[in-house]
């Protein structure tokens, strides 16, 4: 049953302000002002799988956002490198080729993060959007008429908002 623990954020995020912070199912994850990530609240998505077992590289590095998923989560870092950890049985954590090679080179200026059930989403400053996780739960693909004209996205459990540059949302 949900507890009083959902409540209690870390209190190193306490004295060193908040930068980003977000809700999953369970569990909550947040960013300090140094980019340093928390997890909290029930935080095991299975017998093996505890979110707050934050994998070394995404420790190591300077957080700017983050996004809680149902059983995942997305960070990213000040370099544009993105990262996932968490549930990956179904895709949530296995990004798209063109964002593990901008890992590698930072081409693609990614300027924000969402993770939502199976599946999770980043958006660049050109107005592309890229998609990731359960294809089989939720269509992941986008009209190529609106890439590039994307402003803000917003994931629900089951589907993608977009906003586009002339104001329809689709």
Known sequence: APGYNMMKRPSELKENGVRCISVGFNYSVGVDNNGKV??????????????????DEIAEADIVQVSAGTDHAVALASDGSIYCWGNNRLGQCRLPSELVMNNRTHKINIVKIEASDQFSAALDDKGKIYLWGNENFVELWVKSEYQGHIKDVALTNAAFVLLLDDGRVT
């Open 38 to 55: 928390y997890v909290w609240g029930k935080s095991k998505i299975s017998s093996v799988i505890d979110m707050k077992n934050i994998p």
